[in-house]
């Protein structure tokens, strides 16, 4: 009953303070995903990983230099060494034969290093209230003051509104960025641009997700936002919707259990919002890639029972005769679950009747039956034809190809072979109706 | 030996057996997943504590050995989709299980020996005074007792298999074709950067893990192109960080851990300038 009146009150926003925690996660988490999303598709998903630990001895310095906690000062201090941290991660890299991975390594640890040592200096020098820097690390949703809300939504406006203006721009540099340099636009400079903008996102999202785990705001959208869509525009948007729905739920996660830090909340949610994803997005989410395994398996199964009752009506030019099941798991070794499915399929599709429990194709299941059989000796002969393989090694492959080709290119082999009647093994090959031919 | 001693040899033991293990991430240009181990082990390590009810070494490592290749092997299977690229794989990865981790540490705090800070920069401070008791004897400091072994693991490891480390971290495309699979050598490495970062994790933190990972590999990569003289100047310079930051630390009366990842980047840095001011002229 608790939990639901403290829902009630959640998202009602009844409560002025947690009005401004929603609307500063939602914006945090909305600016994140959509900027994060170019960061993704650059491959530099960890630069903000380490952007977000080179964050916190900026927080220490503008604290230790002010002597209070204003967050325009500290989130300033924190742009000021993240964006060091960004120059010397290239710089290392152009001055050395060290890689990415590397100098974001070096940057990381050294940086959160110098961040701990200051942060510890500060504890122990100082009174009780200060020790509140130490929210940056895992981050307190909760402690967003409708002052800091203000700052958020200039800063998100206003990075929004850059990216919006800048986005065609971005977008080459992102895809081609060859292709950008070639037709005169300033590659270095937007690029820049771009990272600045990544670092001020992950800067403004510090105090709600701490700078341990900022960085899956960034990234961990973008993927899950990846797996429904292949338009960058609508990917951005669709990263910016899970990054703001991460932040909200992280807050009412927050705020029904105050004394939990924010940050690990957030990632929790955003990534079971990627795990959703790669999971059910239609087409190419792995459940949907399994059922199309899956169909493909299917259809597969049933062409051979088609293929094996027609060899065996040809050999006996009976078509009348009708078959047990265990007969036909004896033409082609069938695994009996997988014939009893087969043939029930093939039964609803009208390619299959039952008589007194025996089987028996019919018309239609007659000429689908040639058609796979022609398809598998087309194939063999055109194997042996054009590229001259030795005849036992023709039947395999042609057992794969005769479920794949195509009408067009059934047609065209028929064309480019000159409609032979015999495979290379000497067999006929069935066109329209086999049942007159044979 | 002195509670002094006892810290300052429980760095040295994690900034050499790091910056060994480390300087192979490093060769396969792979030093993220070294970051990306130190964060995963996290939750490993607490249902060690909580199903167990107790700091076995035994159960800890097997906790660590298994996140840290099911690190691995998820990034590998994330990234296989080619919808997501290989370091937001990883990224991905990490964050979530170092977030499971932070959780389930601010859920059970007092019933376990860890709180959010700890995880991050450890409290080397106190090493001497925790024990390690096997059999009802007390055989030294927890920390640096395992460690020890922890690094002659280590060790033995790299001097027995060094054709195959080698190998498949320099060129792994001719180490497969020489029947020497980089993938299997990828995992088994995966293995042992858990152990050793598990073993460092609960006494000095996170932090200092990634630190000695990569510092002293990077440091040494700048100096050298053959892997043994690599691998010692590693071992140098991780001693090197450890004895430094130890020190900047009782300057500064300040949390050690941290300092010794500071020194290390210090050395690094020193070591970067030379070498470039030297390239330069």
């Given amino acids: 009953m608790e939990l639901w009146d403290l829902t009630i009150r959640f998202f009602s926003m009844a409560d002025a303070n947690v009005r401004y925690v929603i609307f500063g996660s939602m914006l945090l988490g909305g600016a994140a995903g959509g900027l994060g999303t170019f960061a993704f598709l650059q491959r530099r998903s960890l630069v903000g990983d380490t952007v977000a630990h080179a964050a916190l001895p900026g ?31 290239n710089y290392i890299i152009s001055r050395s034969k060290l890689k990415l991975d590397t100098a974001l390594g070096i940057v990381l640890s050294v940086f959160f290093g110098i961040g701990i040592v200051l942060l510890s200096i500060i504890q122990k020098s100082g009174s009780g209230s200060q020790s509140g820097l130490d929210k940056f690390l895992f981050g307190q949703a909760a402690a967003i003051s409708k002052n800091d809300v203000i700052l958020l939504a200039i800063v998100g406006t206003a990075l ?11 977008k080459i540099i992102v895809f081609d960025p060859l292709f950008a340099s070639a037709s005169g636009l300033k590659t270095n400079f937007l690029q820049f641009l771009l990272s600045t903008l990544i670092v001020i996102s992950v800067i403004i999202g510090l105090q709600a997700v701490g700078v341990v785990l900022m960085a899956a705001l960034l990234f961990t959208p973008a993927a899950a936002a990846r797996q429904w869509t ?15 729905a991460s932040g909200i739920l992280g807050a009412y996660i927050s705020f ?3 004394k939990f830090p924010t940050g690990p909340w957030i990632v929790i949610v955003v990534s079971f919002i990627f795990v959703t994803s790669i999971l059910f997005a239609p087409k190419r989410g792995v459940i949907s890639k399994m059922r199309l395994h899956l169909n493909n398996q299917r259809k597969t199964n049933r062409e051979h029972i088609l293929k094996a009752l027609y060899k065996s009506g040809q050999k006996l030019n009976d078509w009348s005769k009708t078959y047990s099941i265990s007969e036909i798991a004896n033409f082609w070794s069938f695994a009996e679950s997988k014939l009893k499915y087969g043939i029930r399929q093939l039964t609803r599709q009208g390619m299959m009747e039952s008589i007194n429990g025996r089987y028996k194709l019919t018309d239609i299941g007659i000429s689908e039956g040639a058609r796979v059989l022609r398809l598998h000796r087309l194939w063999e002969l055109y194997l042996s034809k054009y590229l001259e393989l030795p005849e036992d090694h023709l039947h395999r ?16 082999l028929v064309k480019l072979l000159d409609n032979p009647q015999y495979d290379p093994h000497n067999q006929e090959i069935p066109y329209t109706d086999g049942k007159v031919k044979s | 030996m002195t509670p002094d001693m006892t810290v300052i040899i429980t760095g040295i033991l994690v900034a050499v057996s790091c910056g060994l293990i480390g300087l192979f991430l490093i060769l396969r240009q792979n030093a993220m997943l070294g970051d990306a181990i130190s964060h995963s082990i996290l939750p490993g390590l607490v249902l060690a504590f909580l199903i167990t009810g107790s700091r076995n070494v035994l159960p800890m490592f097997i906790g660590a050995g298994v996140v840290g290749v099911l690190t691995a092997f998820i990034t590998e299977t994330i990234s296989k989709t080619e919808r997501v690229y290989k370091d937001a794989a990883l990224g991905i990865v990490f964050t979530t299980l170092f977030a499971i981790g932070v959780i389930l540490v601010s859920i059970f705090t007092g019933e376990i020996d860890l709180d959010q800070e700890c995880v991050l920069y450890g409290e080397i401070t106190y090493v001497h005074w925790d024990r390690l008791i096997m059999f009802g004897l007390d055989i ?8 020890a072994a922890i690094l002659i693991i280590d060790i033995l490891f790299i001097f027995l298999f060094f054709k195959q480390l080698k190998i498949t971290s320099f060129d792994p495309q001719f180490a497969d074709s020489l029947m020497i ?12 950067v858990s152990m050793t970062v598990v073993a460092s994790f609960e006494s000095v933190g996170a932090i200092l893990v990634i630190a000695m990972l990569i510092l002293p590999g990077a440091t040494s990569f700048l100096l050298t192109t053959k892997l043994l003289p690599m691998l010692l100047l590693s071992a140098l310079f991780g001693t090197l960080s450890a004895l430094g930051g130890y020190y900047c630390a009782s300057l500064l009366d300040t949390s050690i851990s941290s300092s010794i990842a500071v020194f290390g980047g210090i050395i690094f840095f020193i070591i970067f300038l030379i070498k470039s001011v030297v390239r330069t002229n």
């Fill in chain 1, 59 to 89: 927080v220490a310095i503008a604290f230790l230099l002010t002597g209070e906690k204003n967050l325009l000062i500290i989130l300033s201090g924190a742009l000021f060494t993240s964006w060091i941290g960004v120059v010397l991660v």
């Fill in chain 1, 256 to 258: 029904l259990a105050p």
């Fill in chain 1, 160 to 170: 929004l509104a850059i990216m919006t203006s800048l986005y065609p721009k971005f």
């Fill in chain 2, 181 to 192: 699979s980089s993938k299997k050598w990828h995992y088994i490495l995966m293995i042992f």
């Fill in chain 2, 140 to 147: 030294g400091p927890r920390a640096p007792v395992i460690l």
């Fill in chain 1, 230 to 244: 292949d338009n960058l525009s609508k990917m951005i948007m669709l990263a910016s919707v899970f990054g703001a």
């Fill in chain 1, 397 to 412: 492959d042609a057992e794969d190809m005769e479920h794949i080709i195509t009408p067009e290119i059934e047609a065209r």
